[in-house]
């Protein structure tokens, strides 16, 4: 794009011509006396290939063009700040009001086994806090306030407000055509209320900045708080039908799982019924157990079988041996009597030393030593028959507890293999028993998550009423932008009118 000085100087250059050789341009053949010029104004012009003239434009041109045309550019400032103040005395004032909203990524650990795992990872995190962002200025979240101060009514939401265009137009807002009223104001207090809010979060924060406009601080204020209040709701209610679902996939096979452990158990009864497999408190059967505890009892008895025959096989042996103190037959009464016999031996001695053995007292000691003797052979009988008896009666025990053994041991042994198919299904029944418990365990602990709020949203600051609106600007700041305004304007006015007198006044005579 060229200047005007460059177009001049690329057209070719007209000669000079005065104000008094006019006489030489209006056709006459014959060439006039040449006339001085010095008397004559000269005007350096330029002109372009298609005739037009593009006069040489200083900066004290400019100043002139706006000297000559001051009226008009008073005039138009005038107009423009009287705009302004109309504007800001007649425009429907905003007032913003603003919130701010911490987002943990991590939800408060009330159930040690929650249903939503926490990841720790820094991406993940953001991604979670820029979701619940997007939850924030969503269609239930919205749906929720507009209940709850019901907007469908507010005409400044629901569509029904006539402004002053529309006032001076005649024009009003109408319900879609085939739309019930009711739906047509809620879908209108929808999006009304969605171009008024804005949600951002703050660079390397977990912040949120909610701000909502309306066209009083008051309600400002109260759509920012119900706005705030409601994200906090649908996240937990979000959360809250997590659980719900969760705890109905659970609770579905529940029934199956039961019947599937019934069946099993029931079978495990049948079984042993059938064969006769009886199980203990150990939990094994009750053929292993017997078997058991007679091989114990067994093993006691023939243990006092050998102390019973050793015993026996002593005593017999010291039968002979009965009038010795030192000997194994020992007894309290046989001790008494072989206390008595000793002292009495020694009397019978000694008076049969002194008197002869026709001492009448010695007969009778004699006599009386006679029947010691015979005491004594009684006592050791009894305590042979006493050692005989009991060598008898663990024999009998032995034999007794032999046989059960055998017994329990051809019982056992008939149970083995009923004992494997048991097995199989104790095992069966044990992994069907052990998945309808951990079911039934887990969809009764997430019904209870349902129950609690976990989120871990917190409102940092209430929303304040603010001090001034947003939008229009100040009445005086309007006034003045608008005098600038039309002034520009008068000036370009000016300076276009300017321009055009100079090019008509410079247009070349052909």
Do not use: C, H
């Not at 330029?46 to 037009?52: I, L």
């Not at 002292?343 to 009778?364: C, F, H, I, N, W």
């Amino acid at each position: 794009m060229y200047t005007l000085q460059e177009l001049a100087q690329k057209a070719k250059t007209p000669p000079v011509v005065t104000r008094g050789d006019e006489s030489l341009l209006q056709g006459g053949s014959e060439v006039q006396p040449a006339v001085s010029t010095a008397s004559y104004e000269t005007v350096p012009v330029a002109v372009s290939q298609n005739g037009w003239v593009f006069p040489s434009i200083g900066l004290s041109d400019i100043v002139n063009w706006l000297l000559r045309y001051w009226l008009l550019i008073i005039l138009m400032a005038s107009l423009g700040g009287a705009a302004g103040i109309v504007f800001g005395k007649t425009a429907k004032p905003r007032f913003t009001a603003g919130t701010d909203i911490l987002v943990s990524p991590s939800n408060l650990q009330l159930v040690p086994n929650d249903v939503y795992a926490t990841s720790m990872q820094a991406e993940s995190q953001l991604m979670d806090i820029e979701s619940k962002l997007r939850v924030l200025t969503s269609g239930n979240v919205l749906q929720r306030v507009v209940d709850e101060m019901r907007l469908q009514d507010d005409p400044e939401f629901n569509g029904t407000e006539i402004g002053l265009l529309s006032s001076v137009l005649g024009s009003a807002k109408k319900d879609a055509d085939g739309m019930d009223p009711a739906k047509a104001k809620n879908i209108a207090a929808l999006r009304e209320l969605s171009s008024r809010i804005d949600a951002r979060r703050p660079e390397r924060s977990y912040l949120i900045n909610l701000s909502v406009w309306a066209r009083s601080p008051e309600k400002a204020v109260l759509l920012a708080n119900a706005t705030a209040k409601a994200f906090q709701e649908e996240v937990a209610q979000n959360e809250q039908d997590g659980a719900a679902r969760a705890a109905r996939a659970l609770t579905e096979p529940l029934n199956e799982l039961k019947q599937a452990a019934t069946e099993a158990e029931m079978k495990v009864a049948q079984f042993r019924n059938a064969q006769g497999l009886q199980t203990g408190n150990a939990g094994g059967l009750v053929s292993a157990q017997s078997l058991t505890e007679t091989n114990t009892q067994l093993v006691g008895a023939l243990s006092r079988q050998a102390e019973a025959k050793s015993r026996y096989d002593e005593l017999t042996s010291a039968k002979n041996q009965a009038l010795d103190p030192s000997s194994t037959l020992q007894s309290s009464t046989l001790t008494a009597l072989r206390t008595q016999y000793a002292t009495l031996k020694q009397r019978v001695d000694a008076m049969a030393m002194t008197y002869g053995p026709r001492y009448p007292e010695l007969v009778s000691a004699q006599s009386q030593l006679s029947g010691l003797q015979a005491q004594i052979s009684q006592e050791i009988s009894r305590i042979l028959r006493a050692a005989k008896l009991d060598l008898e009666q663990a024999n009998s025990v032995v034999e007794t507890l032999r046989r059960q053994t055998e017994t329990a041991r051809s019982a056992v042994s008939l149970d083995t293999d009923a004992q494997v198919m048991l097995n199989d299904l104790e095992r069966d029944r044990l992994a069907k028993t052990t998945l309808y418990q951990t079911y039934l365990t887990r969809a009764q602990e997430i019904a209870q998550r349902q129950q609690i709020d976990t989120t871990n949203i917190r409102i940092v600051s209430t929303a304040l009423p603010p001090k001034s609106r947003s939008w229009p600007p100040g009445t005086a700041l309007l006034a003045i932008a608008g005098a600038v305004v039309g002034g520009g304007l008068g000036g370009s006015i000016a300076m276009l009118f300017g321009f055009v007198g100079a090019i008509r006044r410079q247009r070349p005579v052909v």
